[in-house]
């Protein structure tokens, strides 16, 4: 079945401790996404890429990093630098030339 | 700034009744609208999108929007609601300029039996 994957679906880490969010799709889709969703604050663009070796930061990037070395996978790096780094994040993709974007299932992340 | 608006935090309608959920918009050009839903802790599932054309979009699970250029609106409505639409909605627009989707806050949407 074609799909976005994330995992894993929880995770707790230390402050301090950087964490890296996996996000693989299998839809041959050339723009990847990431986003924060906290509530009563919808979600917050983080990172996106368009195309291998190419990202963009969005509109919330201060502490967090990608990369984008294979087509199938968007992997998100929170650092220490995020102040405030709990929330769920939802990684997404879409075709080249699409405007509409489908989602994976969520990580939700908690530093304790 | 470019945004997308939800006026409404929280919904609560009785099973079988109406819905509507409010969305507005502020962008220069009409931009691509779409209406997601949110059940807890999952991803967002495309409910519909309005590109152009015919201003009365119909969707899965019994769902329409109408976008309206003279309000910048394109609120969503099912006729008769069920319990299992009790879940978050999300409304949102593509502009080229920027070439991402911009979310509105949210309606958390619940359901009465």
């Known amino acids: 079945d074609g799909g976005i994957t994330q995992s894993p679906k929880y995770l707790f880490r230390k402050e301090g401790q950087n964490v890296t969010l996996s996000c693989e799709q299998n839809l041959n889709h050339d723009a990847m996404y990431w986003y924060r969703q906290d509530p009563g604050q919808g979600l917050r663009l983080i990172y996106y890429s368009q195309i291998v070796n190419d990202f963009q930061k969005g509109d919330i990037a201060e502490g967090y990093s990608v990369s984008r070395e294979k087509k199938e996978s968007f992997p998100l790096t929170v650092t220490s630098a995020q102040k405030n780094p709990t929330a769920f994040y939802l990684c997404a993709s879409s075709p080249s030339g699409s405007r509409e974007q489908f989602f994976g299932p969520g990580t939700r992340l908690t530093v304790l | 700034a470019q945004s997308v608006t939800q006026p409404d935090i929280h919904i609560t309608v009785s099973e079988g009744a109406s819905l509507e959920l409010r969305c507005n918009y502020s962008?220069?050009?009409?931009?691509?609208l779409f209406w997601y839903v949110q059940s807890p802790g999952q991803g967002l599932q495309l409910l519909l999108k309005?590109?152009?054309?015919?201003?009365l979009v119909q969707g899965i699970k019994g769902f329409e929007a109408e976008f309206k250029r003279s309000q910048s609106s394109f609120n969503l409505r099912k006729p008769s609601v069920h319990w299992s639409d009790a879940a978050e909605y999300f409304c949102?627009?593509?502009?080229?300029?920027?070439?991402?989707?911009?979310f509105g806050t949210g309606t958390q949407l619940k359901v009465e039996l």
């Open positions: 962008y220069g050009a009409t931009p691509y």
């Open positions: 949102a627009a593509f502009t080229g300029g920027g070439n991402t989707l911009t």
């Open positions: 309005y590109f152009s054309g015919d201003t």
